[in-house]
């Protein structure tokens, strides 16, 4: 996006995330002025070349002044803040809002009727209602999801968690990131709603003997009953509502192959990286 005369700075929300991080990083590899929004910019930690904005989406006051001479945003997806951040983006005359959604938003298994599903919906429709140029990128489950399972990895060789058969197509974030860059950088992705997953099918086992794979030693999962895996859930912080929502989400996963899609190779043109490759990268966490 560079018209002439027009000062150009991507704003990127999320941006210490796990996938905003790899947008700061995509934008400044291609050579853009790149501003990073973080809440707390002592704990950031981000690359010398972006320029660290302190906001909090959750107060849209905060954010305004971080969109000033910003022709793009990378939006993440903070529950019931899109309005009034979309309207802000407006008043300073943002013409571009790359949004960070999910798959789940179009999900129609059960269980997936769901809080997250409702509020990824609504900030959906707040930005489609602002009148920019939009593009939803809907990733399904992240790979990095299985950090959750390092702790376990780390002290033997035993994953215990629900639903072993539960299907998912791990995406490796920074795919989403470079998919958000091409959105963010180039023309013709305006309405798009690019729905995004790695390139296989996987079921938690064989996530977890995978990333045994990775780090040279057998893993295998072991899979508790609901009720089981809901009570250690709650013994480990997770909140009641949560806990219900994930298992019931999982339960309707169960030996149905994820959903595959090519929109990565066709937007960044290369092919989507496996769950092998994220596994072989992030071997350190779980050793
Ligand atoms: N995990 C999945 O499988 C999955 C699947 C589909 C979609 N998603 C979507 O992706 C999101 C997670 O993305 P991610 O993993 O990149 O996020 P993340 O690693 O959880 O990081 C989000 C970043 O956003 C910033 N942030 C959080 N609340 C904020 C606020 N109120 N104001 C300003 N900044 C705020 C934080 O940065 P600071 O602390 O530096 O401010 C944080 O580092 C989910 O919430 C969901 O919407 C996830």
């Known amino acids: 996006m560079h018209d ?3 000062k150009s700075v991507f704003l990127v929300t999320g941006a210490t995330g796990n996938v905003g991080r790899h947008v700061v990083e995509g934008l400044l590899a ?3 002025a790149v501003r990073a929004l973080t809440r707390d910019p002592a704990a950031a930690r981000l690359p010398a ?7 909090d989406l959750t107060r849209p006051e905060t954010v305004e002044p971080a969109l000033k001479d910003v022709s793009a945003l990378f939006l993440f997806p903070s529950p019931g803040t899109a309005g009034p951040v979309v309207r802000a983006a407006k008043r300073q005359g943002v013409r571009r809002i790359v949004l960070l959604s999910s798959s789940a938003v179009a999900y129609e298994t059960e269980g997936a009727d769901n809080a997250i599903v409702a509020f990824h919906k609504e900030i959906e429709r707040e930005v489609e209602a602002s009148g920019l140029e939009w593009t939803f990128v809907r990733p399904g489950a992240f790979a990095v999801n299985t950090l959750q399972w390092a702790p376990q990895i780390r002290a033997g060789d035993v994953v ?3 639903h072993a058969g ?3 197509s791990m995406i490796h974030e920074r795919d989403i990131a470079d998919v958000a860059v091409r959105a963010l950088l180039t023309d013709g992705h305006a309405g798009a709603k690019y729905v995004l997953t790695g390139p296989e099918s996987l079921n938690q086992a064989e996530q977890a003997r995978r990333i045994g794979q990775a780090i040279g030693r057998p893993v295998r999962y072991e899979e508790l009953a609901p009720a089981a895996a809901r009570e250690e859930m709650l013994r ?3 909140p009641a509502a949560f806990a219900d929502m994930l298992l019931a989400f999982q339960a309707g996963l169960v030996g149905v192959p994820a959903e595959v899609t090519t929109a990565v190779e066709e ?3 290369r092919p989507a990286r496996t769950f092998d490759a994220w596994a072989a990268e992030r071997a350190a966490d779980f050793r």
């Open 49 to 55: 070349g972006a320029e660290v904005a302190v906001g």
């Open 166 to 168: 539960a299907e998912m």
């Open 236 to 238: 480990n912080g997770v």
């Open 4 to 6: 002439d005369g027009e």
């Open 160 to 162: 215990r968690g629900p």
């Open 30 to 32: 291609e050579g853009q």
């Open 267 to 269: 937007i960044t043109g």
